[in-house]
């Protein structure tokens, strides 16, 4: 798995206006743990790859018949989409 975050941090880093949410999702229904999982994911992220920890969101939920950590990108659409624009009329 760290191979797999060293590459999620480079991304992250890569694209330095994205909003990340790290969710830890468990079976059990016992939100603390998947919290407590999500915010461990989050302080290596911070730690070892440098990401920005303003940006990052830690989020624990029940995960149905499914234990997990997903790591969400957000990317800024606005400016996406506003430099999208800009490239079409050129």
């Given at each position: 798995s760290k191979e797999l975050l060293q590459k999620i941090g480079e991304l992250l880093?890569?694209?330095?206006?994205?909003?990340?949410?790290?969710?830890g999702m468990n079976i059990t229904g016992e939100l603390?743990?998947?919290?407590?999982?999500?915010?461990?994911v989050s302080n290596e992220l911070i730690a070892t790859y440098a990401v920005d920890g303003s940006r990052i969101?830690?989020?624990?939920?029940?995960?149905?018949?499914?234990?997990?950590?997903?790591?969400?990108?957000?990317?800024?659409y606005k400016a996406f989409f506003e430099q999208a624009k800009k490239d079409a009329k050129n």
């Open positions: 880093n890569a694209n330095p206006k994205a909003a990340i949410t790290v969710v603390n743990i998947a919290l407590k999982q999500a915010a461990m969101y830690v989020h624990g939920q029940d995960g149905g018949f499914k234990e997990a950590i997903q790591i969400r990108i957000h990317p800024d």
